[in-house]
């Protein structure tokens, strides 16, 4: 069993700055790629950004220059730092992972319980 757990989340003024963290714990013989999505009330979810194990990173068009990811492979931690941060980035933020359980590669999608994200005008 894989665990997810997303910290960091909470009210902000426009133009300000938070981090979130999701932190995988669990029997897990890797990570591949780790993933941030955010859903709005009435919207889809929608990917934010994603980092592989290698570190190769991808962001929404909507983050872009603002919201950086990065991941600790030691610790199995996923962050999101975001800056700039607008009244349309309100949402809540749901950590993913794809986890290897075995030697033999056996693969599954993990989610968090997310972490809820408000920007103030």
């Known amino acids: 069993q894989v665990q997810l757990v997303e910290s960091g989340g909470g009210l902000v003024q426009a133009g300000g700055s938070l981090r979130l963290s999701c932190a995988a714990s669990g029997i897990i013989f890797s990570i591949n790629a780790m993933n941030w999505y955010r859903q709005a009330p009435g919207k889809q979810r929608e990917l934010v950004a994603y980092?592989?194990?290698?570190?190769?990173?991808t962001y929404a068009n909507s983050v872009k220059g603002r919201f950086t990811i990065s991941r600790d492979n030691a610790k199995n931690t996923v962050y999101l730092q975001m800056n700039s941060l607008k009244p349309e980035d309100t949402a809540v933020y749901l950590c993913?992972?794809?986890?290897?359980?075995?030697?033999?590669?056996?693969?599954?999608?993990?989610w968090g319980q997310g972490t809820q994200v408000t920007v103030s005008s």
């Open positions: 993913n992972a794809g986890v290897v359980v075995d030697a033999r590669g056996h693969q599954y999608s993990y």
């Open positions: 980092i592989t194990s290698g570190g190769k990173t």
